[in-house]
């Protein structure tokens, strides 16, 4: 009998797995187009590949409709890592879906294949949904960012996507980080799109400086649509909207809107742009809803954190055009203020956690401090609700804002 089990235990399975470091890791849905008829993905092997692709069927609980499932092939990227080892880093956008139904897909390449995930299309008119808004990841993203990211999914897991308010990595150029931020997302990234702007964290360089284009490492993990500020250059995709179920959400990168003494030589001009196509964006919107998620908060949690310049331009444009919520982060606090039919919101989902000053204070304010957070934003027709917790599950806040447009 030993023999026999000898041989046994030593033969080589049927089915060998790949190697680990040739499976997709980093898996993240964004969106590059139509929220109803597209969906893109990216993903990470620490191996790389000379090919790789997506592959797509309807969602069905009959697993055999999977061998008709349509292949996509995946843009490729090889990188040289700072200790010499070479990664590579994929996307491939689905294209010709169809409105509101569920997909089931996975990424890969040869053997090495991700599990198949689930992702529903948008509607394409406007109906009810919800989303999630989570202020400053940053740091210590596996051991205390994860916890965030669940309670979240947990509590809402039929929401739509994730609006990120920016520093979602303490350092841009630190690979090490954006690893740190998929483990602590896990699968959740891989079925929920996520949708985040620019914090001033996420474009420090390998060399400390400060630059308003964001590290390479930001495009590879994330693909948004090109319908932002023309001309550019290595700053496009940086400022993006996207539609959805009859919300507009504009991402804007309000780098360029704080003046510090070590703002670039060309932030005027970078800022000026950004501006025309904000007030281009929010007066040509068809939909019934409009969010702007931005990092810096347009009324600072505290006065040694204010921005004036950035106020002055942005909240009469915000008032102008009827914008119902603008999601921030940046001050490591819980702030909500409503001015003049606008809904400001300062948030944070990290344990970087600052006191609040008191320019929240009076009527139709909120403040909370010391509490990672999440926030629950429902929209319909007539109203947009926000629910506010800590990551334990307890109210902080909540309010409801009525259609202008």
């Given at each position: 009998?030993l ?10 399975p049927?089915n ?6 040739e499976?997709?890791?980093r ?9 109803a008829?597209?969906?893109s ?8 590949f000379?090919?790789a ?5 309807p ?16 843009t ?20 010709g ?13 040869g053997?090495?294949?991700s ?13 009810p949904?919800r ?14 960012c ?6 979240a ?8 996507f994730f ?8 350092l841009?150029?630190?690979?090490r980080?954006?690893?740190?931020l ?17 914090g ?5 360089r ?11 490492w ?8 090109d319908?932002g ?13 996207i539609?959805?179920?009859g ?5 804007l ?22 501006y025309?196509?904000?007030e281009?964006t ?20 505290k006065?040694?954190r ?15 055009y ?7 982060g ?6 909500r203020?409503q001015?003049n ?21 009076g009527?139709n ?20 609700t926000?629910?506010?917790?800590g990551?334990?599950?307890?109210l ?10």
């Open positions: 009998m023999p026999a089990l000898s041989l046994l235990l030593t033969a080589a049927s060998t797995p790949p190697p680990a470091g499976l997709p890791s898996i993240a849905l964004t969106w590059s187009g139509d929220t008829r597209t969906q993905v990216t993903w990470r092997t620490d191996t790389p000379d090919h692709e997506g592959q797509i069927a969602f069905e609980a009959d697993p055999a409709n999977l061998k008709d499932a349509r292949k996509v092939e995946a490729v990227n090889r990188f040289e890592l700072p200790e010499g080892k070479a990664v590579g880093q994929y996307a491939v956008t689905f294209t879906l169809e409105p509101d139904t569920a997909y089931c897909y996975r990424v890969g390449s053997q090495a294949w599990p198949w995930n689930v992702f529903r299309t948008a509607k394409s008119e406007a109906a949904f989303f999630i808004y989570l202020g400053d990841p940053q740091s210590q993203l596996r051991s205390l994860a916890r965030a990211f669940r309670s999914y947990r509590a809402a897991p039929d929401a739509r609006a990120i308010a920016g520093d979602v990595v303490n841009g150029y630190d690979d980080l954006w690893g740190e998929f483990d602590a997302f896990g699968f959740i990234s891989a079925e929920v799109p996520i949708v985040p702007v620019t001033n964290h996420d474009l420090i390998a060399d400390r400086q400060f630059t308003y284009a964001v590290t390479p930001w495009k590879r993990h994330f693909v948004f649509p319908n500020p023309k001309g550019m250059g290595e700053l496009s995709m940086q400022n993006y909207y539609d959805y179920q919300l507009r959400l504009v991402a990168d309000a780098n360029p809107f704080e003046q510090l003494q070590k703002s670039p030589a060309d932030r005027k001009s970078i800022r000026d742009r950004q025309a196509w904000l281009e929010l007066k040509n919107n068809p939909n019934q809803w409009t969010v702007v998620l931005q990092h810096h908060p347009v009324f600072a949690l006065a040694s204010d921005f004036p310049e950035m106020r002055t331009m942005l909240a009469p444009l915000y008032e102008k009827k914008v119902a919520m603008v999601l921030e940046h001050d490591h606090s819980y702030g203020m001015r039919g606008v809904t400001y919101v300062v948030s944070v989902s990290g344990p970087k956690l600052y006191e609040p000053g008191p320019s929240y204070l009527p304010t909120k403040t909370a401090s010391h509490l990672q957070m999440y926030q629950i934003i429902d929209v319909n027709s007539q109203r947009m926000m629910k506010a917790y990551i334990d599950g307890r902080v806040d909540s309010v409801e804002v009525r259609r202008r447009r």
